[in-house]
């Protein structure tokens, strides 16, 4: 079996064989090399840019704006980091990028010329204009029929005053609907309050809602507004509306009817403006036929009801979803996370996410706080989602990664499953295992090679009791 040298590695193998464009220009601001993706991007044949001005080439935004690169770079000595700007190919297209761009030295240390890395950044613009456009409402991300229903409706709910109930399992999004018909409403301008109902006892939830009085109960040392005062001329968002006391009910039933009440222990009866939306994961209609929810309350607060449907009925969502945590968490912990692997896509499409949204959204923080490379694995998703996963569909990946590393390693094939055991570990050490010894048993450049410490390569060759004499 080959084994992976210096001799054997072709750098313009290597610049070709990645997605972001590589152009080298020299003092003379002239293009001296460029790979297959700029020329993609840029829209020259290699003949037209080679030996050309730069600026006739990349031509983009800094360019026209006397602002240029090479410049920078020259006259302070400094990188430049992802700069966001656009260029127009040579089709006459705007094609936004983000570029880096470096000095070029030779081995005596002379500034020779500067390398500019370019990133086309366009569906990932056009992903923020869907997540922003017609599969978005507010903060609400979703391209299922079932949320597009949601958003057909929810304008006309925002218009109005109209007291609206919020159905859905826990982790859904309830109260980003509640907060997107705020914003989207007359009110967006006045006080959003939101309270948890199951949060507090009866007595201490009376006084939260409406406030008390001056000595109403041991400890009331002076009078205190309560959530319904604080949203005045605003919204009041009652996540858990299932969870309050008959008691409760009946002063909740009041203000919506007559929009006052008394503050506890108080007599003044106070007028309020506002507006009432509420949630729960009850099933409110059974806990009515069951006498622990009052029915005229019931129907009172169901005036507008909203279904969120739960993520494993709308699995179309997850990869919106998941690029659009990608780019939160990117931007929130300073990596550059830009795929998950197919093997991880297929655990994370196949799991069934009791805690729906806000459980994706957690799988994804711990698997980028893992993440040390570009791309998500299997190997940085936590292991009960993995294993629950591959409970319920058969999985059979491709080796992780090693695709797009055949170009450096002369690495082919796919291993084959053994008819017992688990799939997902057969190919991971028999992935782990073709590495090694493409890489001559150097388990620091077979780390690198598979996007992992030297330590965590040798944690998983115990585990898998991968020894050097089966290369023999």
């Known amino acids: 079996m080959r084994q992976l040298t210096e001799e054997k590695i072709d750098p313009e193998v290597i610049l070709n064989s990645i997605n972001d464009g590589v152009v080298t220009i020299g003092l003379d601001r002239r293009v001296h090399y460029i790979n297959e993706a700029a020329l993609r991007i840029l829209g020259f044949r290699r003949d037209e840019a080679l030996g050309a001005e730069c600026s006739s080439v990349i031509r983009c935004a800094a360019c026209s704006s006397s602002d240029c690169l090479m410049d920078r770079t020259l006259s302070t000595g400094s990188d430049i980091r992802s700069y966001d700007t656009w260029l127009v190919n040579k089709g006459g297209e705007r094609v936004p990028i983000t570029v880096n761009a470096s000095l070029l030295r030779d081995e005596d240390g002379t500034v020779i010329g500067e390398v500019e890395v370019i990133r086309d950044i366009s569906e990932q613009m056009k992903l923020s204009e869907e997540l922003h456009g017609k599969f978005a409402f507010g903060k609400i991300i979703g ?24 159905e859905g399992e826990t982790g859904t999004g309830k109260e980003l609907i509640a907060h997107a018909i705020h914003e989207n409403s007359a009110r967006a301008g006045k006080p959003f309050i939101k309270f948890n109902c199951a949060a507090l006892a009866e007595g201490v939830l009376e006084s939260e809602l409406f406030g008390h009085v001056k000595g109403a109960f041991t400890g009331a040392v002076g009078e205190r507004k309560g959530r319904f005062e604080q949203a005045h001329g605003g919204t009041i968002f009652l996540d858990e509306i299932g969870d309050i006391s008959p008691g409760t009910q009946i002063r909740l039933l009041r203000v919506l009817q007559e929009e006052a009440f008394e503050r506890v222990g108080g007599t003044d009866t106070i007028q309020v403006d506002v507006r009432v939306i ?89 698997a980028m706080v893992l993440c040390r490379g570009t791309h998500l694995t299997l190997h940085t998703l936590p292991k009960e989602v993995v294993q629950t996963s591959h409970g319920l569909v058969q999985i059979t990946p491709s080796v992780p990664n090693v695709p797009q590393l055949t170009h450096l390693t002369g690495l082919t094939g796919t291993p084959s499953l053994p008819a017992s055991g688990s799939p997902l570990r057969a190919v991971e050490r028999e992935a782990i295992l073709q590495v090694l010894e493409q890489c001559g048993w150097r388990l620091g450049v077979a780390a690198d090679v598979l996007g992992m410490s030297r330590t965590t390569l040798w944690r998983r060759m115990r585990r898998f009791g991968i020894d050097k004499h089966e290369a023999d």
């Open 278 to 366: 509420a949630a729960t994961h009850r099933d409110l209609k059974q806990m009515v036929r069951e006498g622990t929810f009052r029915e005229d309350l019931y129907y009172r607060l169901r005036i507008m009801p909203v279904h969120i449907p739960p993520l494993r009925e709308r699995h179309d969502d997850i990869p919106l979803l998941i690029r659009h945590f990608l780019a939160q968490f990117n931007q929130e912990m300073g990596k550059e996370v830009r795929e998950v692997s197919p093997e991880a896509m297929e655990v994370l499409m196949n799991y069934p996410y009791p805690g729906n949204v806000r459980e994706l959204q957690n799988i994804l923080e711990h």
């Open 143 to 166: 391209k299922n029929h079932r949320m597009q229903e949601v958003y057909d409706i929810l304008p006309s709910i925002a218009a109005t005053k109209t007291t609206v109930l919020i």
